[in-house]
């Protein structure tokens, strides 16, 4: 609780020095209005008052059970966040589960034929996937399999499946390439490990020591690079869905930056913080439940 409210906190006050707020340009959208018109409409808003006051009634509301009302749309800001939260979490599901169908075995396979052909191809693969950001990617996938080609719809639509696809082959493609490098890294760790040249000498197959042994070892690994990514993922990816108009939270959060929607901000910010908070502590009973050592360590 105290990093949560030392998190609104900083985000309250940061906000507190943009140049204009929402009641600005509201009206500079709507055209030019009096000072004493945006000073009642400040009033109304609460934003005439101090930032500790500000703040104070904001935490007193969200204690309650009420985050406010946006001040653009004027809808309930609990409701509009329960709007655009099923995308974004659709779109971290199919993300999520591409990349473990991708980076794993590309990194078993990278570590098991070390600095062979193979192991050479899928490093620098890694390495490009890995240096490109998003958004570029995101313009490849756009200029290439919607305008070149033609397969895959630009703008997200949820009704058509396909919309889904480019966004998260977006975000695919830099999970995967950092993923298999570091899962690489760790299963030539292990391989390297007495338990697994015991293995071997007994005559135990490779197969079985990579899946019975290797793998599980390197479990713990991936669960840390996957809760990371989902906290990530769930807080809504801003640049990815605004490329692709995915009607996501990250595009919600830009949105009420842009227009400087105090609420829905303030809204954001909490959900990531107990997002995260949360990924971790699953991250941490899982450890506690694939790894023996940490269970011994804690009986100790």
């Known amino acids: 609780m105290p990093i949560l409210i030392g998190i609104t906190f900083l985000t309250f006050g940061m906000m507190q020095f943009a140049a204009d707020d929402a009641v600005d340009i509201i009206y500079n959208q709507s055209g030019s209005v009096s000072e004493e018109v945006k000073a009642a409409k400040r009033a109304e808003l609460g934003l005439d008052q101090p930032f500790i006051v500000q703040y104070g009634n904001w935490l007193k509301g969200v204690a309650t059970g009420d985050m406010g009302r ?67 990617v995101g313009l490849l996938l756009i200029y290439f399999l919607a305008l070149k080609l ?104 830009v949105d009420a930056i842009l227009m400087r929607d105090y609420p829905l901000i303030q809204a954001y910010v909490v959900w990531m913080a107990i997002i995260y908070v949360m990924i971790n502590l699953m991250a941490d009973l899982l450890y506690h439940y694939l790894d023996p050592r940490v269970r011994y360590k804690n009986y100790v």
């Open 70 to 136: 946006s001040f653009i749309s004027g809808k309930l800001v609990f409701e509009t966040f329960a709007e655009k939260l099923p995308a974004t979490v659709e779109l971290m599901l199919v993300s999520i589960i591409l990349t473990i169908f991708v980076a794993t075995p590309l990194g078993i396979v990278a570590a098991v034929r070390q600095n062979k052909i193979t192991d050479y191809i899928i490093r620098t693969f890694s390495f490009i996937g890995n240096s490109l950001p998003n958004f570029f």
């Open 150 to 253: 033609n397969l895959l719809p630009i703008m997200s639509n949820p009704d058509d499946w396909q919309s889904v696809i480019m966004p998260a082959l977006t975000l695919t493609i830099a999970m995967s390439a950092k993923y298999t490098r570091q899962i690489r890294a760790v299963v030539l760790e292990e391989l390297d490990k007495p338990y697994v040249i015991g293995a071997r000498s007994r005559g135990v197959k490779e197969y079985t020591i990579l899946t019975k042994s290797v793998l599980r070892s390197t479990l713990i690994m991936i669960i840390t690079l996957l809760a990371l990514s989902i906290g990530s993922l769930l807080g809504g990816t801003a640049i990815v869905e605004t490329i692709f108009m995915w009607d996501g939270v990250g595009k919600m959060a």
